[in-house]
């Protein structure tokens, strides 16, 4: 059975769903991971890192936090959530649509010497 995380901004009602929680001998949890086995890490995957970060920066100050599903509370369930599989949400596509820091600072860089590949979803 999957247990999913999200990262809430009580502030805003929102929240950023984060996929399975993943333990791997840790706990409550080692990672976040949307997809199959077989998908790349969410740190190899450039849209879910750029929505991990938008969110940060938008949220500077706010009360965020992360919780496990069974952590959530039924106000929480009613924050729209940004990448989940809900009407009232939002897609990571259209999250960051617009958003100024896609363009911020220099070039992506070549990849490094054993840098996993970056693949869209
Ligand atoms: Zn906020």
């Avoid at 969410?42 to 496990?68: P, Y």
């Avoid at 949400?89 to 992506?108: D, H, M, N, R």
């Amino acid at each position: 059975m999957s247990i999913y995380g999200y990262l809430n901004c009580h502030d805003c009602c929102q929240t950023l769903w984060l996929g399975k929680a993943l333990n791997h001998g840790h706990s409550p949890s080692a990672c976040f991971h949307i997809g199959t086995e077989n998908d790349l890490p969410h740190w190899a995957r450039t849209q879910l890192n750029q929505v991990l970060w938008k969110f940060l920066a938008e949220h500077t100050g706010h009360g965020i936090d992360v919780r496990l599903e069974h952590e959530m509370t039924d106000e929480m369930w009613g924050y729209r959530e940004i990448g989940g599989d809900t009407d009232e949400g939002i897609s990571f596509e259209a999250y960051l649509a617009g958003w100024p820091g896609l363009a911020a600072g220099g070039s992506l860089p070549e990849a490094e010497p054993g840098a996993a590949p970056d693949t869209a979803i």
